[in-house]
């Protein structure tokens, strides 16, 4: 080939690559399934006026969906709580107790979803009065993280 041709070439190429493709790439309409187990956390800090009778503690508040078209096993390997970067290992304590669905924690259909609550006494999981990294996972998910502030009591 001709220098002159290859250069006509290389020209062609250029003008389909920045005309045609670009155009073609803007047609695809895939859809992106990000279906899954997705789950999202929520902290309070929770204190009692006097004369209370629990001593001060962290709402957890937990939400888990799936939003995939097959039923997923929720619970499967275990949930865990994580506070800065280390896993509660009485993490199955936590979840295993306290009211739960009926026929409990298990498969969950396209669509449905799980919340619940665990309240986390400061003295044992918070006992500073500072900023707490907490999350939590399961197979297939894991949540964004949150900051936990303990604030002096005032």
């Not at 309409?29 to 789950?39: D, I, K, N, Q, Y």
């Not at 199955?92 to 498969?107: E, K, L, R, S």
């Not at 449905?112 to 003295?123: A, R, V």
């Not at 939590?136 to 998910?141: A, P, R």
Request: contains cysteine; negative net charge.
């Amino acid at each position: 080939m001709s220098p002159n041709q290859s250069g006509k070439m290389l020209a062609i190429a250029a003008v389909f690559a920045t005309t045609i493709l670009p155009f073609v790439a803007a047609q695809d309409t895939r859809e992106v399934s990000c279906g899954g187990l997705h789950a999202a956390i929520r902290g309070e800090l929770v204190r009692r006026d006097p004369p209370y009778t629990q001593p001060p503690f962290v709402m957890l508040t937990f939400i888990l969906l799936n939003d995939s078209d097959t039923p997923l096993n929720a619970v499967e390997g275990g949930w865990r709580i994580v506070i800065d970067g280390k896993e509660l290992k009485d993490s199955d304590f936590i979840f295993g107790n306290g009211p739960g669905p009926v026929g409990g924690y298990g498969i969950l259909k396209p669509g449905e979803s799980y919340e619940l609550g665990k309240g986390l006494e400061l003295s044992r999981y918070f006992p500073e009065e500072r900023e707490y990294k907490v999350s939590w996972k399961g197979k297939g998910f894991q949540s964004s993280t949150i900051m936990v502030s303990v604030t002096p009591e005032r």
